[in-house]
């Protein structure tokens, strides 16, 4: 990325959880994080408005640095008994609205020579369990979607990252798992937003294109972040 300027990155979903934590890190080290949630009103599963919001920054700032595709949805339940229409909605916010992102900015990014793109998966998308089925394929359809586009991007000057993070004291998680879990087994979102920003810096370029797992263990030889 540019060093001689305050970097321009654009957070999906930046408004709660794992993706606040983000923009604040963001923020806190020098950078000019840019919020994309329903919230603020780019929805990313609509590749219209996406596209507009893309050229709003570019106006604005002159270019992109960086886009972190952490916006998703997540839904539990059996293979036959889940809906149809969730397994869609899942594949729809979780999958293709990283893709209308990339499409959007990978333009902007082409002409400029550079770039980091960098998408939330889960360690769902590894290795998954009873009643995860739908996100676990959504999320393991975007890390196979991140390692095409590093190979795709990489001569453009465009790195691309897969984070993959266990399980994460957020609204989303505690809505999923209401009997409760100890919040001492959870990973902060902040430890996400760490990983993230060691992959905008100069250091992370070396670990980009591979799903990178990202989870503490709670416990003597036991990991109970995996999923």
Avoid at 130 to 142: E, T
């Amino acid at each position: 990325m540019s060093n001689d300027k305050t970097p321009i990155a654009i957070v999906t979903g930046g408004s709660s959880g794992i993706g606040g934590a983000i923009v604040h890190r963001i923020a806190a080290s020098g950078g000019e994080p840019v919020v994309w949630s329903r919230r603020t009103g780019v929805d990313v599963t609509d590749g219209i408005a996406v596209q507009q919001a893309m050229a709003s920054v570019v106006a604005a700032h002159g270019r992109v640095d960086a886009v972190i595709n952490n916006a998703g949805v997540a839904m539990t339940g059996g293979i036959s008994s889940m809906p149809l229409d969730q397994w869609g909605q899942m594949m729809s916010v979780n999958l293709f609205g990283a893709i209308n992102v990339a499409r959007a900015v990978i333009p902007v990014m082409r002409s400029q020579r550079y770039g980091k793109i960098i998408n939330i998966a889960s360690t769902s998308g590894i290795g998954s369990r009873p009643g995860w089925a739908g996100y676990a394929a959504s999320k393991a359809a975007m890390i196979s979607f991140s390692q095409a586009m590093s190979d795709e991007l990489r001569p453009y000057g465009i790195r691309t990252y897969c984070l993959c993070p266990g399980r994460t004291n957020t609204d989303l998680r505690r809505a999923l798992v209401p009997q409760g879990e100890d919040p001492n087994t959870l990973m902060s979102p902040e430890a996400v937003a760490d990983v993230v920003l060691f992959c905008l810096s100069t250091e992370g370029n070396t670990i980009e294109g591979q799903p990178i797992l990202v989870r503490e263990r709670f416990g003597e030889g036991e990991d109970k972040c995996l999923r």
